[in-house]
């Protein structure tokens, strides 16, 4: 979708005028959820039977039709979406876990604004299997985050004549004020994919602004919503058996037993309509099915993995600003947890406060690259957020505070103000300013910096963005102090000021395979608070949208310097990504390259090298899905290789029901390495083999069951694959709600 949104938001700025408000009222008769939308609640519900193709056409009018239908009584909110196709056996309809519906399969995109702000939206999915996939979008970035899960019930029926969608939404799972009546916020989005990815929406989306969520269609007549009461408490069971190698060797027998039986609880409250409270005792924060692996051989700096577990998810959108000083992931393993969200006129807010025991890695940043630190401590971690809207749509103010208080002594406390202003429909303008208070632990034997000192320093961001129908730029400022730290967030690096920009052109063909070209130019100079050049470079590209959901984007950097120790070394290299979906069976095949000058930072020098990574989908029948992943990356020295990294991934899910499915995963990853070309010892040879069946069984997000085996085993020196560990996992969760 995000690709989709990209191509709507740079087309030409004389869109056909927004529809009228639409005038809804409660059913007067009942509504079964089954995707028939034959019930005598459809009757007189407030109809929306005017779509308009937004991609690749600009405000056009549909090549098939689609009807929409809104209501609701006492508890629930209703949708129901009608989408003729001419074609019935081209609809593509997969049996696919959830918050897999995504924009290679026909599906129906909701987005709700219930607090009637215009700055971000409730994503909620269905595809024609009746699966759900839901999100929030962030109109301030752009981004669309899957993190997030809520309470709706869906159902769908393919037939003679297309496809039919119902949604029930209950008023416990939106955030509303406490106005009446209340004037709510719609885009309801059908995803086509044919020869080409085709979007219809039902308002239209001018090609230029800069925002997504202010298109909204506005919904009013909603009288006497329940103000609050709703509770949700999820009880869950785990038990998982371990087998190691005897005395922890590997290579010995897999003869040490090792059990661990967990129970714990989330309760969500809903005092008023406008907030939450979220409570957590010794949640379970195992994740089902792990991250997707990167390669991070020859990294300077530390990978984001964004975040999964439920806890943290309630009012996300509002953790997302310049920059990352909140992020959640840094909280290990909790004892305990509490948070509030909520609204109060223009003003939102969350606090949130959690007993952390520790483990896991803390992320020590510096100007030339990330360093790691075992965060073998207990802690209380605090964050709070307020953001206040302006009259102007889509602008805000806010600030943030995090607070991480070590036991044993140490502390890391960050606070400051940010923004976003959009004078007008074209020109957005954002920024951060932070100051850190930092006392590091009294730890030498965890990390030769930490000696309780003290570190106080700033970060700061700012930026500007212009999108018009034919072009498009920005420019980013950063300063970021040598001393800063947000230990609680996902900031890498300081120590260094930074500016970039770019910008780039938009043509629309209105024939042939390509329909989007954009030509534009990246540059970025950035250097350490001595004035140091860090790195600079200047890369012009060319992006290609067009048949098939075909998207090109190339690259080159014409010219790249990055200071590793106290040199500054060039690299000039090429690249691009090719995605395409080719059909029902071949889903998506997706490559991702670049070639050329490689530096080599674990040995301050330079060499040749490339990176290959190559993705593709495959559904040789709808209940079957295959994933497959293929990344190579290697560096060569003088003709001969410095190292190779490759990851090879194949995940097969099979659907019994939409509910009901098994996953199989078999993940290999290995580094090759030649010690001779290294200035400090390393191994020849490393990686991990993780194999894994799950069978899943989902009533909703909360109320499921999990069974499943895992299989590890390690890379040694000599280039034996030898077991470290083999385990049985289950778990049950239910959701209980009143």
Same mark, same amino acid.
């Given at each position: ?50 779509? /308009? ?22 508890? /629930? ?179 040490? #037993? ?13 005092? @008023? ?12 924060? !195992? ?44 909280? @290990? ?20 406060? #959690? $007993? ?32 206040? $809207? ?31 202003? %959009?004078?007008?429909? =074209? ?10 208070? #930092? ?38 400022? %950063?300063?970021?102090?040598?001393? =800063? ?38 540059? $970025? ?7 140091? #050049? ?84 495959? %559904? ?10 293929? !990344? ?46 290294? +200035?400090?010892?390393? !191994? ?21 069951? =999990? ?11 000599? +280039? ?19």
């Amino acid at each position: 979708m995000c690709a989709v949104l990209f191509a709507a938001a740079v087309a030409r700025a004389d869109a056909p005028p927004a529809p009228p408000p639409i005038e809804i009222h409660r059913t007067t008769g009942p509504i079964v959820i089954d995707g028939d939308l034959s019930d005598a609640g459809w009757r007189d519900a407030a109809k929306i039977d005017r779509f /308009y193709e937004t991609s690749p056409a600009d405000n056009t009018p549909p090549k098939v039709k689609t009807t929409a239908w809104l209501a609701y009584d006492d508890k /629930y909110f209703y949708i129901g979406v009608r989408c003729d196709d001419p074609e019935p056996k081209k609809i593509r309809a997969p049996y696919v876990d959830r918050d897999a519906v995504i924009g290679t399969d026909d599906n129906i995109a909701v987005l709700l604004d219930t607090r009637n702000d215009k700055k971000s939206a409730m994503e909620l999915r269905v595809n024609p299997r009746g699966i759900q996939g839901d999100a929030i979008y962030n109109d301030a970035n752009g981004n669309e985050d899957f993190s997030p899960d809520f309470f709706y019930d869906t159902a769908a029926k393919i037939d003679s004549g297309g496809w039919s969608a119902e949604y029930r939404i209950p008023f416990s799972s939106l955030r509303y004020s406490n106005s009446d009546p209340q004037t709510w916020n719609i885009i309801i989005w059908r995803n086509y994919p044919r020869q080409f990815r085709y979007a219809f929406q039902s308002a239209p989306i001018p090609r230029g602004p800069n925002c997504y969520v202010c298109h909204t269609h506005p919904i009013v007549g909603l009288t006497h919503l329940p103000e609050s009461g709703h509770l949700v408490a999820a009880p869950y069971v785990t038990a998982q058996r371990t087998n190691t190698p005897v005395n922890n060797i590997l290579g010995n027998s897999l003869g040490e #037993t090792k059990s661990k039986n967990e129970v714990g609880v989330d309760v969500k409250w809903n005092p @008023t309509a406008t907030g939450a409270v979220d409570l957590t005792l010794n949640p379970d924060f !195992s994740q089902v099915e792990s991250d997707i692996p990167q390669i991070t051989v020859n990294q300077r700096f530390a990978v984001f993995y964004p975040e999964k577990r439920p806890f943290f998810l309630e009012g996300f959108d509002l953790f997302d600003t310049p920059v990352q000083v909140a992020y959640t992931r840094t909280i @290990t393993s909790p004892r305990w947890g509490v948070r509030n969200t909520g609204k109060f006129g223009k003003t939102a807010y969350t606090v949130l406060i #959690t $007993d952390d025991r520790g483990g896991g890695l803390t992320l020590v940043p510096s100007a030339l690259g990330s360093d790691f630190a075992p965060q073998d401590f207990k802690s209380l971690a605090t964050i709070a957020r307020l953001r206040h $809207d302006l009259d102007k749509p889509g602008s805000f103010v806010g600030a943030v505070l995090t607070d991480r208080e070590n036991s044993g002594g140490g502390h890391n406390r960050v606070i400051g103000p940010d923004f976003l202003w %959009r004078p007008n429909e =074209f020109d957005a303008f954002s920024g951060e300013f932070l100051y850190s208070d #930092t006392q590091t632990p009294n730890r030498p034997d965890l990390f030769s910096a930490w000696r309780g000192g003290e570190l106080k320093s700033h970060a700061a961001a700012l930026s500007y963005t212009r999108s018009k129908p034919k072009y498009d730029w920005f420019t980013d400022v %950063r300063d970021f102090g040598n001393n =800063f730290r947000a230990d609680l967030g996902f900031v890498p690096q300081v120590g260094f000021r930074e500016w970039d920009g770019g910008g780039g052109l938009h043509f629309f063909p209105e024939k042939g395979l390509i329909r989007n070209i954009r030509p534009n130019i990246f540059i $970025d100079y950035q250097q350490d608070e001595h004035g140091n #050049t860090i790195q600079r470079f200047a890369s012009p590209g060319l992006n290609l949208f067009g048949a098939k959901n075909l998207q090109i984007i190339t690259f080159a950097h014409v010219f790249e310097r990055q200071r590793v120790g106290g040199e500054l070394l060039p690299q000039h290299f090429v690249g691009g990504i090719v995605q395409i979906d080719l059909s029902r069976s071949i889903t998506r095949i997706a490559l991702d390259a670049r070639g050329g000058e490689r530096i080599d930072f674990a040995n301050a020098r330079v060499g040749h090298g490339a990176t290959i990574n190559l993705t593709a989908t495959l %559904r040789p029948i709808d209940k079957t899905t295959f994933d497959l992943l293929a !990344s190579r990356e290697w560096l060569n020295r003088s003709g001969e290789r410095v190292y190779t990294a490759t990851i090879e991934r194949l995940r097969m899910l099979y659907s019994f029901s939409s509910k009901s499915i098994v996953r199989v995963i078999g993940q290999y990853v290995t580094t090759d390495r030649t010690p001779a070309l290294y +200035n400090f010892p390393v !191994s020849r040879h490393s990686g991990q083999f993780l194999g894994s069946v799950l069978y899943s069984y989902k009533v909703n997000w909360q109320t499921v069951l =999990f069974a499943g085996y895992g299989d590890d085993r390690v890379v040694t020196p000599s +280039n034996d694959l030898l077991r470290a560990d083999r385990s049985i996992f289950f778990k049950v969760s239910y959701a209980y709600q009143r």
